[in-house]
């Protein structure tokens, strides 16, 4: 009877500090509200969708690629993800029009308090990447070297969309904390 006690209490305190664990990570990742970016996005969207060419080419949601990621790869991709877009996409994109410009430009900007606030959770190593973490960041960027350099961010920012619905389910209670 008391081995049971034991053995019980055991797999409480296991899961107990797996929970913590899970969510010690999950409160790491993004600590601000994302429906500003996404409202943002929404406005601008028809205008850099009609300047996409490639229609039936995607970057973000080829092969599952966001689908996929399992819950301890999330701050990881995020970070990439993040990265990615604010050292290739925003600075790929040469956009003429200024209200235009405007909205990239505040989008760019909240990616990067998030990417800033995601590397310093990796450097107290709360966010850590995994293989399968990399393996999907080097298709996103396998699929951006296929194209042209400006044909690759119109369509990445015309994906803007799925990124943010992707960040916005698997950050959910963790937003604007």
């Known amino acids: 009877m008391k081995a049971q006690r034991v053995s019980l209490w055991l797999v409480a305190a296991m899961v107990f500090l797996w929970s913590v664990r899970a969510r010690g990570l999950r409160r790491c990742l993004i600590s601000m509200d994302i429906h500003p970016v996404e409202e ?9 969708q009609a300047k996409d060419t490639f229609q039936n080419v995607t970057i973000l949601s080829t ?29 790929d994109h040469q956009e003429l029009d200024p209200q235009i410009l405007r909205k990239i430009s505040s989008i760019a900007n ?43 961010a119109i369509k990445s920012l015309g994906e803007l969309d799925v990124l943010l619905a992707w960040i916005d389910k698997n950050h959910q209670g963790t937003l604007a904390a």
């Open 63 to 91: 092969s599952e690629t966001l689908h996929s990621i399992k819950p301890s790869d999330v701050c990881c991709m995020t970070k990439n993800l993040l990265a990615f877009y604010v050292d290739r996409v925003f600075k």
């Open 110 to 152: 909240s990616f990067l308090y998030m990417h800033k606030a995601l590397q310093r959770c990796q450097a107290q190593r709360q966010c850590h990447c995994r293989e399968a973490a990399t393996n999907a960041t080097r298709i996103i960027h396998d699929n951006y070297d296929q194209l042209e350099v400006r044909s690759a």
């Open 40 to 48: 943002t996005f929404q406005e601008i969207k028809k205008t850099i």
